[in-house]
């Protein structure tokens, strides 16, 4: 055949094309289970962390199950637990939650029984940073109320800037804040331009150069607070 | 054919792997491939992953036009070397995804834009759509290498000066610069994480190598 013309030209993308989609379709699919499982432990060890417990993907799966395991479950905007077991809740979905209205969504709570027999409950919040989506885990105390820890990542934030909601000194700022005022009013908590002070009850500093981002978490705290009011207040 | 066979390693198929480490060296002389240069090499981790997976995709794709260098109609020949690259960049991310989770978060979208990689459309331009597959593997090897060299060796400079520590992959973070030295008030340089440094990091190497090596020396 003529290995300038039309008809070779045309042939061989069609099966070019055919030969490559069958390829990477297959890898895709052998890979998909593993490349799931790496996700969830990445997700259960930021989990963790809220709580300051340090893990590996080697011990993520034995940690998380002696301190959460099932212990994970759906409340509604109503603060009502829902009848589901743990695995259905700890796949929900924040990035799709997180588009609808407060009193739609679904909200998981991970209860965390430390080994003092404390209760922790880890609230996962998603909010919009400067350049797309930023999220976390706030582990608050038995009485609803005050932080115990905090862990925050982002999809791109600007290195140096943004970014540094990611880093543990940002984070720490949060331990020991409280998100109800003495009133019972939900204040969440304010990131602050400039610097709060230092016995600010509800303030934490915001990044120098990362304004936006801090303000994104600011309205990410809000916003899913005021979605957990109801259950926190239970 | 000529009856007797060429040596796997005759000294013009050594040549194809050698040159471009230094006098050919698709960064610091060709300057190809600069984009990713800069964007990984904060750590020397994401570095050395960077350059392995550019191994893998240059020397596969010179692989795969060469042994189909006759059959490809010359009209749409971009677009084949193209699928070709993007279809190795895809099997690279996924395996990444699998078995280097962490890794493959930190190069994010820069796995994705190997595909835009001068060096590889340039190699197979040049040289795979002309040549046998052996000499082709060799020729890819050779320029994926020249490039990982120097992000490697920016890596490590960006690394150890910005932070202190080296990360390598499988073991992490290693701190190199003593705490005795941070006591005696040596302080990071946070600047040489940022973007810009990368580029005058490979500026300091070209001027190293072509003062060194005269006829490299642009004259026009």
Redesign the interface.
Known sequence: MDRQGNKYTFLYASVMVIVVATVLAFISEALTPIQKKNEEEAKMIDILRSVNIESTTADVAEKYNKYIGDKVFIVNYEGERQETDAQTAFNIDLSKEVRKPLSDRQYPVYECHLDEGEIKYILPVRGKGLWGPIWGYIALNEDKNTIYGTTFDHKGETPGLGAEIANQAFQQQFVGKSIFNEGGELVSIDVVKGGAPDDAPHGVDAISGGTITSQGVENMLMDYFSGYEAFLKK | MSSEKEPLFSSKNLKLLTTPLGAQNPITVQVLGICSALAVT?KLEPSIVMSLSVVFVLVFSNLIISLLRN??????RI??QL??VA?LV??VD??L???A?EVS?QL?VFVGLIITNCIIMGRLEAFALGNKPWPSVLDGFGNAAGYGIILVIVGFVRELFGTGNLTLPGIGEIQVIPDVMYEWGYVDN?LM??PPMALITVGIIIWVQRSRNKDLIDVS
């Open positions: 904060a059959t490809i109609p010359s009209r749409i677009i084949v699928t070709v279809s895809i099997l996924q395996i995804k699998a078995f989770y978060k994010s946070g994480i940022l």
